[in-house]
């Protein structure tokens, strides 16, 4: 073999070295890994900061009431002067003061939902990413025994520099070749056995078929329990069609009446603070 082509072929093997290097899968699973934290951390703050926003609220909420309790006084204060129209004023603000607690008490609601539902998506990618690092340590473990064998085997059975190159030149063909079969093998199987369903889970399709009958089983069995505890059957057809029906009228009854119960509001509304200012006035007497 002449100069050139030893040259040559000494830097087509450490070029191939470096890219087989850089396709370490070690690297790979550990970037996955810091991956799947930096989704968490992500929801952990997404966290925080809906937890922040409902304090506000709760806090708004808070000054409102005292608010509330506020005009009372005022209103009931204004009465033993006869004051009817400052007692008036106070009332009216303490109404309105109630409308907004009420809106507050709804968006605090809606807010704990969303904390309660990010939270157990928290709880569920962090049993995710515990699952898959025991996983990546394993396969790790396993790649760098693999690796420490294949190389004593190739010193054991080198035989001179340049045999030894072609030596773990041809192994390398031949395990390149090895692995795209075996890899084209395992994805053919994995689509047939449906692990592509969940990647980090041990069960494959039959056992999650037979788990899913076996909880309609055991649901089934509680249903038919609580039946003959309390001797009820299911309702009929004709009982949800009736009750659909009624559900249809209600709702064009409302239709037809809504313009006459937004001024039926509004006096009820005003009778509401004059009955009020009554009481007040009774308390005084």
Same mark, same amino acid.
């Given at each position: 073999?002449?100069?050139?082509?030893?040259?040559?072929?000494?830097?087509?093997?450490?070029?191939?070295?470096?890219?087989?290097?850089?396709?370490?899968?070690?690297?790979?699973?550990?970037?996955?890994?810091?991956?799947?934290?930096?989704?968490?951390?992500?929801?952990?703050?997404?966290?925080?900061?809906?937890?922040?926003?409902?304090?506000?609220?709760?806090?708004?909420?808070?000054?409102?009431?005292?608010?509330?309790?506020?005009?009372?006084?005022?209103?009931?204060?204004?009465?033993?002067?006869?004051?009817?129209?400052?007692?008036?004023?106070?009332?009216?603000?303490?109404?309105?003061?109630?409308?907004?607690?009420?809106?507050?008490?709804?968006?605090?609601?809606?807010?704990?939902?969303?904390?309660?539902?990010?939270?157990?998506?928290?709880?569920?990618?962090?049993?995710?990413?515990?699952?898959?690092?025991?996983?990546?340590?394993?396969?790790?473990?396993?790649?760098?025994?693999?690796?420490?064998?294949?190389?004593?085997?190739?010193?054991?059975?080198?035989?001179?520099?340049?045999?030894?190159?072609?030596?773990?030149?041809?192994?390398?063909?031949?395990?390149?070749?090895?692995?795209?079969?075996?890899?084209?093998?395992? $994805? +053919?199987?994995?689509? *047939?056995?449906?692990?592509?369903? %969940?990647?980090?889970?041990?069960?494959?399709? @039959? #056992?999650? =078929? &037979?788990?899913?009958?076996?909880?309609?089983?055991?649901?089934?069995?509680?249903?038919?329990?609580?039946?003959?505890?309390?001797?009820?059957?299911?309702?009929?057809?004709?009982?949800?069609?009736?009750?659909?029906?009624?559900?249809?009228?209600?709702?064009?009854? $409302? +239709?037809?009446?809504? *313009?006459?119960?937004?001024?039926? %509001?509004?006096?009820?509304?005003?009778?509401? @603070? #004059?009955? =009020? &200012?009554?009481?007040?006035?009774?308390?005084?007497?």
């Amino acid at each position: 073999m002449g100069i050139l082509s030893r040259m040559s072929y000494v830097i087509r093997s450490k070029v191939n070295s470096v890219l087989n290097r850089a396709e370490d899968p070690r690297d790979t699973l550990d970037y996955s890994y810091e991956q799947m934290r930096d989704r968490l951390q992500d929801v952990k703050q997404g966290i925080a900061d809906l937890t922040t926003q409902k304090k506000r609220l709760e806090m708004q909420k808070r000054r409102l009431e005292e608010n509330v309790e506020k005009h009372n006084e005022q209103a009931r204060e204004a009465v033993n002067q006869d004051r009817d129209d400052l007692a008036r004023q106070a009332l009216e603000k303490k109404k309105a003061k109630m409308n907004q607690i009420e809106n507050l008490e709804t968006q605090i609601a809606d807010l704990q939902d969303k904390q309660d539902n990010l939270v157990e998506q928290k709880n569920e990618l962090q049993g995710r990413i515990e699952e898959f690092r025991t996983k990546k340590e394993t396969m790790k473990a396993q790649y760098e025994a693999s690796e420490a064998s294949v190389r004593v085997s190739e010193a054991m059975t080198g035989a001179g520099d340049e045999m030894a190159d072609v030596s773990r030149a041809i192994e390398r063909a031949e395990e390149d070749t090895e692995d795209m079969e075996a890899r084209s093998a395992a $994805m +053919d199987e994995l689509q *047939d056995t449906g692990a592509f369903d %969940d990647a980090l889970s041990d069960q494959d399709q @039959i #056992d999650r =078929e &037979l788990e899913a009958g076996r909880t309609d089983s055991e649901v089934e069995a509680e249903l038919d329990t609580l039946k003959g505890e309390l001797g009820k059957e299911t309702s009929s057809a004709d009982a949800d069609d009736e009750s659909e029906t009624e559900v249809e009228e209600s709702d064009a009854e $409302m +239709d037809v009446d809504l *313009d006459e119960d937004v001024d039926i %509001d509004e006096e009820l509304e005003s009778n509401e @603070i #004059d009955e =009020e &200012l009554e009481e007040i006035r009774d308390e005084g007497r």
